[in-house]
């Protein structure tokens, strides 16, 4: 059974920080590319950050450069995402996402996701 199971979401003060944990299990993690994308209410989701090939190359949106790092463990299954100076603007549901192709088929797979909320 493929599942993606995030933690260490919660409520934190503006400048706070918190460390996301996403961990996978059912398929092989460490050959899949991984990536974090948040929702706030009202808005699109949008691509946080990502993990795109086993170089360990990474992207982050513009808006968390510099705060925010994005890390993997294979042997552990899990990604994480480390928030640091935290803005209320961060405040949203954060999921992690595993995808690979293969053979021209696309493997995608998502977690439920892990309320932030940032307070001013």
């Known amino acids: 059974q493929v599942q993606l199971v995030e933690s260490g979401g919660g409520l934190v003060q503006s400048g706070g920080s918190l460390r996301l944990s996403c961990k996978a299990s059912?398929?092989?993690?460490?050959?899949?590319?991984v990536s974090w994308y948040r929702q706030a209410p009202g808005k699109e989701r949008e691509l946080v950050a990502g993990i795109i090939n086993r170089l360990g190359d990474t992207n982050y949106a513009d808006s968390v450069k510099d705060r925010f790092t994005i890390s993997r463990d294979n042997a552990k299954n899990t990604v994480y995402l480390q928030m640091n100076s935290l803005k209320p603007e961060d405040t949203a549901v954060y999921s992690c996402?595993?995808?690979?192709?293969?053979?021209?088929?696309?493997?995608?797979?998502w977690g439920q996701g892990t309320q932030v909320t940032v307070s001013s």
């Open positions: 996402n595993a995808r690979m192709m293969l053979l021209g088929k696309q493997y995608n797979y």
């Open positions: 059912g398929f092989p993690f460490s050959l899949y590319s």
